[in-house]
């Protein structure tokens, strides 16, 4: 079948959730996606840091096969060999104690605000069904029904009310909102350290310190919101890491499935995450053998191939480039590791018009929030890729 009539199906039978490319893609390896007719593309999208491994790697390749023939999907209700050798490994790589796995990033933040409202009423002493959680401006944690409730995004809530009561939100980057909007009822705040679907929005240096220091004074549990930008995506471990500072609960995915299958986390200090008894929270597929496996290897290709230091270096060179390219369409660049955006102001072309641009030059890059393209290759991009992705880069942004 060949790729129009593929499209013209999925159109048919398919839910108008996602304005999808037209393009069909067949394979991936390494870097690089092909489509339907053999074309090769740089991919640029890394499926918002689901894939920072590449496509196929070799060793996510042998990992899902080795675990798929032995042993895939089991009750909860029982243990497997890797749930707890994953668990273990977070929780050394972290700092933090104790590790609840689910499948998707919404539903590791969904289990993060159950365990901070319980830990309001049971630890802080907040009237039963009156906790509240600050969460900031631009945010995007999700797509489910409470986290859209506090979204600023009006596709994502506009429709879809009565929204979930308990949340308020402060400017995003700004100490001082936050400090405004915190009540008797707080028991947490919930930040992105750098808001990738919002357009790669960085805070001001010291912004998560003084958030840490802010819900020391008031008693709040900090959650950190890392799906997509930890595990090497911002050239460290996890991006809070350059500010030196714990959460008290943190949510990881995306990446954590090594490409292959989904799997998250939300993970914290021991008297936090202690707080949930057996029968209040759950998933059927959370922690399951082969998600946490592919997990385990996952985190393993990051050390081995010091893929951390190479999103940095990659990243760096990237951004100069960027930086030096001539459109006055152009208004600002912003970047950490190789997570980052080029923000298009107003002109005869879009956002849009621009990776189409790219897409015609062989580069996969999407738009986001109307203004800014998206840049996030894989994290094991080498120096020729990267000099291809930044040739036709120039080439498609220049004026």
């Known amino acids: 079948m060949d790729a129009q009539n593929l499209i013209e199906m999925a159109e048919t039978y398919g839910s108008s959730n996602y304005a999808p490319v037209p393009l069909v893609l067949s394979r991936g390896e390494g870097v690089w996606l092909y489509d339907a007719d053999g074309r090769r593309y740089l ?31 089991i009750s909860r209700a029982f243990y497997s060999e890797t749930l707890g050798p994953l668990m273990k490994k977070l929780c050394d790589i972290s700092g933090l ?17 159950k365990i901070a409202r319980k830990w309001g009423y049971v630890k802080k002493g907040i009237p039963l069904n009156e906790a509240r959680i600050l969460a900031c401006t631009g945010n995007f944690h999700g797509r489910t029904t409470a986290l859209i409730g506090f979204s600023d995004t009006r596709k994502a809530y506009e429709f879809f009310g009565p929204h979930t009561p308990g949340f308020d939100v402060a400017q995003y980057g700004d100490i001082e909102s936050a400090r405004q909007r915190i009540t008797e009822n707080t028991c947490a705040i919930l930040v992105e350290p750098i ?24 008693n709040l549990l900090l959650i950190l919101d890392e799906i997509q930008s930890a595990f090497g995506r911002c050239g460290m471990m996890f991006s809070h890491d350059g500010e030196d500072i714990k959460p008290d609960v943190l949510t990881l995915g995306k990446t954590l499935g090594g490409g292959m299958v989904p799997i998250s986390v939300a993970m914290g200090r021991k008297d936090v995450m202690d707080v949930l008894v057996p029968g209040e929270h759950g998933s059927t597929f ?10 385990l290897e996952a985190i393993a290709i990051i050390e081995d191939e010091n893929l951390c230091e190479n999103a940095k270096r990659q990243g760096a060179k990237l951004m100069d480039a960027l930086r030096k390219i001539s459109n006055p369409q152009i208004v600002d660049i912003r970047g950490r590791g190789l997570l980052a955006a080029v923000e298009m102001g107003e002109g005869e072309m879009s956002a849009h018009d621009y990776c189409e641009r790219l897409r015609e030059r062989g580069v996969l890059a999407k738009e986001t929030r109307v203004h800014s393209i998206r840049l996030a290759p894989p994290i094991n991009i080498n120096d020729d890729e ?11 942004l220049s004026a």
């Open 97 to 113: 104690d104790r590790v609840l796995p689910m499948n998707s990033g919404a539903e590791a933040v969904e289990t993060a605000v």
């Open 286 to 295: 959370g922690g399951n053998p082969l998600a946490c496996r592919c997990a």
């Open 386 to 396: 990267m000099d291809f992705a930044i040739e036709q880069l120039v080439g498609a």
């Open 43 to 73: 991919d640029m999208m890394s499926a918002n840091s689901a894939t920072n491994l590449g496509h196929a790697h070799p060793r996510m390749v042998k990992a899902v096969c080795d675990q798929a023939g032995k042993l895939s999907v």
């Open 195 to 218: 808001q990738g679907e919002a357009g790669v929005r960085i805070p001001p240096e010291g912004y998560l310190r003084e958030l840490r220091a802010l819900c020391d004074e008031h």
